[in-house]
């Protein structure tokens, strides 16, 4: 089983590796996302400072997003979603291995670059490691979350936008939570609860969402 | 035959299997059992539901009607589609890699190998995209050398070989089954072995097969 899963995550790191695009895109997209809001609210300090730990959270949720959408697809559209699937293997294990990769590509790069992001819209220092320690939390949580509607609309022809819909509801407490944490960092108050419930979400998502996944693609 | 008494000896045997689709009955009441050492060709006109049988057999149709059942749970299968299931990016040798990994483990000695015995030597690195659509072929099939299976689950295997590649194909479909392997196949050509007994399996569109005997539904 963990040979199996060896093999789907050395196989997805090498397809990376020859495509570099699929992870860079997300990333270029994180942060012009948040360019945009000095942009169109305003480049005061203060007032960037209040909605920073609000735009940072919801760009990572649509990078996020937008790189799920190819998640089973281009397997499913080579035939080797088949092959992965006939493997004598459980296919929660398939998910979960895709879905590691997924966040390692898409996930671990917005925390690596988060500390400037933060620093480009006044986010005070002292709020930084929360921030980076949320998203460690809660950008798991959103790749495992979304694999579910990834699974769904594999084969549906523009899917995305339909898992945009499916998916957008089930981020709403990783977003309330991963946001206000950061909020409260920065105005000097403790996060332990914060983080403990974005523990919470992800070990729920961990349990369920594989297996869930896993079904969704044998339909 | 009935199916319940030799299932000890059989690899898979069907029981009732039927597949509708959109209120169209492809097939119904298929029973069949598959032997080590059989090379079953199923026959049938576009859309009669050949692709869909294999697919059923293989597990990654559902079945809702009838049963596929394998007696031994450890019976390996590989199935190769007219989707290959290659990564146009990577080699044909990493290709083989993961495949080989899903079913076991290979080394990259084994996967030479298996890609020399398919006549893609010196191609071995380079990228699939590269390669044209019969070598590609061959790539997916050289899994069946490298990943012992009992189980061939073969769709259109010929489709876009050269004629030497026919003939070397049949040729390791006839080695599979005098090795005690089962291949099922589709195709529209005529598969001629000299060694082996070629079991026909037709499907007409609606049809109602009932008891598939292994002398009444075959033919040499």
Not at chain 1, 47 to 54: C, D, K, M, P
Not at chain 1, 101 to 130: K, N, R, Y
Not at chain 1, 148 to 176: D, E, F, K, N, S
Not at chain 2, 143 to 168: M, N, Y
């Amino acid at each position: 089983m963990i040979g199996f899963m060896l093999t789907i995550i050395r196989r997805d790191l090498l397809l990376v590796a020859r495509q570099p695009a699929e992870m860079i895109n997300p990333l270029v997209f994180f942060v012009l996302v948040i360019a945009m809001f000095p942009l169109g609210i305003s480049p005061e300090a203060s007032i960037l400072s209040q909605v920073a730990a609000g735009v940072i959270w919801v760009a990572a949720m649509l990078a996020t997003l937008l790189s799920l959408e190819l998640l089973f697809k281009l397997d499913h559209d080579d035939g080797s979603l088949e092959q992965l699937l006939l493997a004598p293997y459980p296919s929660w294990c398939l998910v979960l291995s895709k879905v590691f990769v997924h966040w390692l590509v898409s996930g671990l790069p917005l925390i690596l670059i988060s500390p400037f992001i933060a620093m480009m819209l006044f986010l005070p220092d002292h709020a930084i490691p929360t921030l980076m320690l949320s998203l460690l939390l809660g950008t798991p949580t959103l790749s495992l979350l979304g694999a579910i509607g990834a699974a769904l609309v594999t084969g549906v022809r523009g899917g995305g936008m339909l898992l945009t819909l499916l998916i957008l509801p089930l981020y709403v407490p990783v977003i309330i939570f991963g946001a206000s944490s950061v909020a409260a960092a920065a105005q000097g108050m403790p996060v332990d609860g914060y983080m403990a419930l974005l523990a919470a979400m992800l070990v729920f998502a961990l349990m369920i969402t594989p297996w869930a996944a896993g079904s969704a693609l044998k339909l | 035959m009935s199916s319940s008494s030799s299932a000890m000896s059989d690899l898979f045997f069907t029981s009732d299997l039927a597949c509708e689709r959109d209120f169209r009955v492809l097939y119904s009441s298929l029973n069949f059992s598959v032997k080590a050492g059989d090379l079953w060709h199923i026959k049938g006109r576009n859309g009669a539901g050949k692709t869909t049988l294999l697919r059923q057999l293989a597990g990654l149709h559902s079945v809702d009607t009838g049963q596929v059942l394998y007696p031994n749970e450890a019976t390996k299968v590989i199935y190769v589609g007219h989707k290959l299931g290659l990564k146009e990016q990577l080699t044909a040798e990493e290709n083989l890699s993961w495949l080989a990994g899903l079913n076991g483990f290979s080394t990259k000695l084994q996967r030479y190998a298996a890609l020399e015995q398919v006549g893609l030597s010196g191609y071995e690195e380079n990228a699939v995209e590269q390669l044209s659509a019969g070598q590609k072929r061959r790539v997916a099939l050289a899994r069946l050398h490298l990943c012992k299976a009992e189980v061939w689950l073969l769709d259109e295997p010929f489709t876009s070989l050269d004629q030497q590649g026919i003939v070397d194909e049949q040729d390791w479909l006839n080695q599979h089954t005098l090795a005690g392997g089962a291949v099922i196949m589709t195709s529209h050509q005529d598969i001629s072995l000299p060694q082996v007994k070629v079991l026909d399996l037709s499907l007409y569109a609606g049809s109602s097969l009932g008891d598939l005997s292994r002398e009444g539904g075959s033919s040499t």
